[in-house]
């Protein structure tokens, strides 16, 4: 073997030979470009600098690669940590454009029928489409959303469906995630004898003339209704959710690219990702419609032949047979709001009581007080009611029948007062219990828009300052 004395000046010697214990990897000495430094590797902070001896010591390759990484100057994430996980205000909520996902729980939904002023009604679930089930929701139902398992090779065929009438309102979906949204307004929409606040009036009677796609872009661009749907989310949320679109975004970009021009069919690749789908179901003039935001057109289901609902179930089960058999549902029912009816039955019952009163309150044996005393006109406020209302009610046929009869007397009366004072009272406390829901509904809302985030990083960095944290990872490590 030559020593290196007797090897030229002019002959090179491969700058990794040293690292392979004699072993030459070529039989021929390879030359280093001259101004492989200055032309090839990317220039080093001086805080990061290496020594000549060690990068001769490595591959070229390698070489670059870790001089550039040394060159990079990590940057301080510290404020933009700090502004991600801060709290986030109403106006950036108001302000921020997309639509989150929705969990199909009638609480959320009621809450937004509360922000958005429709207090005229009520969502519940409903666990069985069997008719005692159906027959037993509070009356009038508006409308059903239905959530599935969103398959599109499984959808009726757009010649079932037509033009939408000029008396149906209907929206379709323009953007991710507002499925939700766009069903309950399909419903409450085309809801008869219902009041929906003054700001969903409003959209309603300047959407009312527009074709189906420019009502889902006006609510679309709907900064008061996107906010109430957007009001559980948290910032960490809306980033997460932008986070998802732009992925999605890239995802379908490398599919185009990566598509096969020829006219071979292919096998289709099995979608993993579970997509839910919201849709709305509503009697409107004598007929049923399926309300689908991702279909241009509606459809109608046929006329109403009894209850609306049986044609719905119909349609319903239909579709869950059409799906596949692990497919998951929900169903959730849009009625009006117990509150109005128990209210009336409560107005009802005090009028009768009032009018027993002036008959009878002169006889010695009247042991029943006057309503408006055990009903201030206070306690009244609190059920949306006053006496006014009361007494210009017209009292139940069947109330003046029984005291048109003629054994009808004081004893009667009595007996009769202290039946509808029972009565009363278990329309107040159904009243008060079905309030306590609706308010349970709203907090529930209040309690997801607390964000703690802001509250547990500020933990966790105080954790990291005094060193437990670190303490703690090196605990874990150990063990």
């Known amino acids: 073997m030559a020593t290196p004395e007797q090897i030229g000046e002019g002959t090179p010697v491969s700058p990794i030979s040293n690292d392979n214990n004699g072993i030459r990897r070529s039989s021929r000495a390879k030359k280093v470009p001259s101004k492989y430094d200055e032309e090839y590797v990317v220039p080093a902070y001086e805080a990061h600098t290496q020594s000549a001896s060690t990068i001769k010591q490595s591959r070229p390759k390698r070489k670059a690669a870790q001089a550039a990484t040394e060159s990079m100057v990590p940057e301080d994430i510290g404020p933009l940590l700090e502004e991600l996980l801060s709290r986030m205000s109403l106006d950036e909520r108001k302000d921020y454009g997309g639509w989150v996902e929705l969990e199909s729980e009638p609480g959320f939904f009621n809450a937004m029928l509360q922000e958005l002023g429709a207090k005229d009604f009520k969502v519940q679930e409903i666990y069985s489409l069997d008719a005692d089930i159906l027959d037993s929701l509070p009356k009038p139902v508006h409308g059903l959303v239905f959530l599935f398992e969103y398959e599109g090779d499984n959808e009726p065929s757009d010649g079932n469906r037509q033009d939408c009438p ?191 009163h002036e008959l009878f309150s002169g006889n010695t044996s009247w042991t029943v007080p006057d309503p408006f005393k055990t009903f201030s006109e206070e306690r009244l406020d609190q059920l949306t009611l006053s006496p006014e209302r009361i007494m210009s009610l017209q009292l139940p046929a069947s109330f003046v029948a029984k005291m048109s009869q003629p054994d009808f007397g004081a004893t009667e009366a009595l007996s009769l007062a202290w039946e509808l004072r029972m009565e009363q009272d278990s329309l107040e406390a159904q009243y008060v219990a079905e309030l306590g829901a609706v308010e349970e509904a709203v907090e529930m809302i209040r309690g997801r828009q607390r964000d703690y985030t802001p509250a547990i990083h500020q933990w966790v960095r105080a954790l990291a300052e005094k060193g437990v944290l670190r303490e703690l990872l090196q605990e874990v490590d150990h063990n």
């Open 166 to 356: 000029a008396h149906l309102w209907f929206a379709n979906q323009t953007t991710a995630n507002a499925c939700a949204t766009v069903a309950l307004m399909n419903i409450i929409m085309n809801a008869q004898g219902a009041g929906l606040g003054t700001q969903l009036q409003d959209f309603k009677d300047c959407t009312m003339g527009l074709p189906p796609p420019h009502r889902g872009h006006f609510l679309d661009e709907n900064d008061f209704v996107r906010s109430v749907h957007n009001s559980v989310a948290r910032r960490i949320d809306l980033l997460a959710e932008d986070l998802t679109l732009d992925n999605k975004y890239e995802e379908s970009l490398k599919r185009k690219k990566t598509q096969k021009k020829s006219s071979r069919s292919s096998r289709k690749k099995v979608n993993t990702e579970t997509n839910y789908h919201y849709i709305a179901y509503v009697p409107v003039n004598g007929q049923v419609w399926e309300l689908d935001g991702f279909q241009l057109k509606p459809l109608c289901l046929g006329p109403i032949s009894g209850s609306w609902l049986d044609a719905a179930s119909m349609a319903i089960q239909e579709r869950m047979m059409r799906n596949s058999e692990f497919s998951s549902y929900s169903l959730l029912a849009v009625c009006r709001s117990p509150l109005y009816a128990l209210a009336e039955e409560l107005a009802t019952s005090l009028a009768c009581s009032h009018a027993l």
